[in-house]
């Protein structure tokens, strides 16, 4: 079975730093593109980073570049996201995603999700 | 960034109804334009991707649509378990981005 576990979440106080992981099973983790989306309960959903199958490409989104690292090491299946200097705006759920295309240089479709790991930023 | 417009952002519609909802990108984007559905409490789910190929194991009912920058999701006959929010995302460029969402109800 294709699965994706967040964990690494909880409440954290402004200026803080957390790290959030990604554990995947089932599927060639080191062949597709992965990625961090995150979504305020309630609100639309927010692309945070990517990170391309060998690491040759990294992206974040405006909002967290500079603070936020996303990383990957793929003979532990595992995905990373490094969270420096949080903020309350921070606050949501944090979903691990698998993108569809395998090898690619770029990002398509997102085809797997976990089920996320809750992050709370607050004094 | 290429920001992406779904309307309505709300649509009330009852089971067997045909609904269609509609994603605008504000540049071109090609096919690069996914659909999503997200119930409460759960993690969003792939129903379509690359404008029109359906998803692996998602009903035949759904299936997407493509006008230049306007792309459609349309369920031909709303089942119960088609109540929820759907969201469109484009690949295109980086970043990716969603639309805002559209949350189908029941009327």
């Known amino acids: 079975e294709v699965q994706l576990v967040e964990s690494g979440g909880g409440l954290v106080q402004p200026g803080r730093s957390l790290r959030v992981s990604c554990a995947a099973s089932?599927?060639?983790?080191?062949?597709?593109?992965m990625h961090w989306v995150r979504q305020v309960p309630g609100k639309g959903l927010e692309w945070v980073s990517g990170?391309?199958?060998?690491?040759?490409?990294?992206v974040s989104a405006d909002s967290v570049k500079g603070r936020f690292t996303v990383s990957r090491d793929n003979a532990k299946n595992s995905l990373y996201l490094q969270m420096n200097s949080l903020r309350p705006e921070d606050t949501a759920m944090y979903f691990c995603?698998?993108?569809?295309?395998?090898?690619?240089?770029?990002?398509?479709?997102?085809?797997?999700w976990g089920q996320g790991t809750m992050v709370t930023v607050s004094p | 960034d290429i920001q992406m417009t779904q309307s309505p952002s709300s649509l009330p519609a009852s089971v067997g109804d045909r609904v269609t909802i509609t994603c605008r990108a504000s540049?071109?984007?090609?096919?690069?334009l996914h659909w999503y559905q997200q119930k409460p409490g759960r993690a969003p789910q792939l129903l379509i991707y690359?404008?029109?190929s359906l998803q692996r194991g998602v009903p035949s009912r759904f299936s997407g649509g493509r006008s230049g920058t306007d792309f459609t999701l349309t369920i031909s006959s709303l089942q119960p378990q088609d109540f929820a929010t759907y969201f469109c995302?484009?690949?295109?460029?980086?970043?990716?981005?969603f639309g805002q969402g559209t949350r189908l109800e029941i009327k």
């Open positions: 995603v698998k993108d569809r295309v395998r090898w690619s240089s770029g990002f398509d479709a997102f085809d797997i």
């Open positions: 089932g599927f060639s983790f080191d062949e597709h593109a």
């Open positions: 990170i391309t199958w060998n690491s040759g490409t990294i």
């Open positions: 540049q071109t984007i090609s096919t690069h």
């Open positions: 690359a404008a029109f």
């Open positions: 995302q484009q690949s295109y460029s980086s970043p990716p981005t």
